[in-house]
C-alpha cells in the first residue's frame, strides 16, 4: 500500500524556536497534501491544504504567518511552526492524495508531536 | 457541512466480545467512507474503505456497512482482542473537487484481557 513518512515523530522545543515537519510520500506522488492538528482527546482539525507549485489554503483561524507551509515537490510538503509557543503544543498529521489514479483517497502519516517548553 | 457523530463515545468490553461501532454522518452526498484506527499518540491506520456504490466491505474480523442514503455506518468487530484497544474513526469523503475530511470524535475502544 501507499506509505506517506512523516518526520520527526516527536520534538521538543523551547518557546521561541521554529520547528519544521516534512511529509513525504514515498511510492506515490500527491500534488495535494494536507495538515491537520489534534488536541488530546480532539478530533483532528485540518488546518490547510498544500498543492505542490502554488500557495496552501488555510483554514479558517489558521495563522498562515505562524504556520508555513512549503510544497516544492510532488512528495514533499513541509510545515514549519514559527516562533513556537507552548499553546502550539499538539500533534500534527499530514495526509497525501496520490496523483492521476486513485484520486478519491487519502493515505495519512503516522504523525509529529510537538511540545514547546 | 459534514458532521460526523460516532456512538458509542467510548466502550469497554471483555475479550472475546463481537462488537458494534455506529457513525452517522449529515451529508449523504458522499464518494466513499473510510474507517481508520488510531492509536494513543499515533497516526491512522486505514482499516476499511467503502465506495459509494456498495453496502458493506470486510476484512478479516472487521466488516463495515454503508447506508449511504440514510447517512450511517457500522464497523463490526468479531471476536475482540485486547490489541483491537483504540480509538475508531469513521470518515466520509465528499470528493469532486473537494477533498476536505471530517473527522468526529471517534470511539475508544479499550477490549480487556
Known amino acids: 500500500g501507499a506509505v506517506v513518512s512523516q518526520h520527526p515523530s516527536w520534538v521538543i522545543c523551547k518557546s521561541g524556536t521554529s520547528v519544521k515537519i516534512e511529509c513525504r510520500s514515498l511510492d506515490f506522488q500527491a500534488t495535494t497534501m494536507f495538515w491537520y492538528r489534534q488536541f488530546p482527546k480532539q478530533s483532528l482539525m485540518l488546518m490547510a491544504t498544500?498543492?505542490?507549485?502554488?500557495?496552501?489554503?488555510?483554514e479558517q483561524g489558521v495563522e498562515k504567518d505562524k504556520f508555513l507551509i512549503n510544497h516544492a515537490s510532488l512528495t514533499l510538503s513541509t510545515l514549519t511552526v514559527t516562533s513556537a509557543h507552548p499553546e502550539d503544543s499538539s500533534f500534527y498529521i499530514c495526509?497525501?492524495?496520490?496523483?492521476?489514479?486513485?484520486?478519491?483517497?487519502?493515505?495519512f502519516g503516522a504523525g509529529t508531536r510537538l511540545s514547546v517548553l | 457541512k459534514q458532521e460526523v457523530t460516532q456512538i458509542p463515545a467510548a466502550l469497554s468490553v471483555p475479550e472475546g466480545e463481537n462488537l458494534v461501532l455506529n457513525c452517522s454522518f449529515t451529508d449523504s452526498a458522499i464518494y466513499n467512507l473510510q474507517w481508520f484506527r488510531q492509536d494513543p499518540g499515533k497516526g491512522l491506520t486505514s482499516l476499511l474503505l467503502i465506495q459509494s456504490s456498495q453496502r458493506e466491505q470486510t476484512s478479516g474480523r472487521l466488516n463495515a456497512s454503508l447506508d449511504k442514503s440514510s447517512g450511517r455506518s457500522t464497523l463490526y468487530i468479531a471476536a475482540s482482542q485486547p490489541g483491537d484497544s483504540a480509538t475508531y474513526l469513521c470518515v466520509p469523503f465528499r470528493g469532486g473537487s473537494n477533498y476536505k475530511l471530517t473527522f468526529g470524535k471517534g470511539t475508544l475502544l479499550t477490549v480487556n484481557p
Open positions: 495526509s497525501a492524495r496520490p496523483s492521476g489514479r486513485t484520486k478519491n483517497i487519502q493515505y
Open positions: 498544500s498543492n505542490e507549485g502554488s500557495k496552501a489554503t488555510y
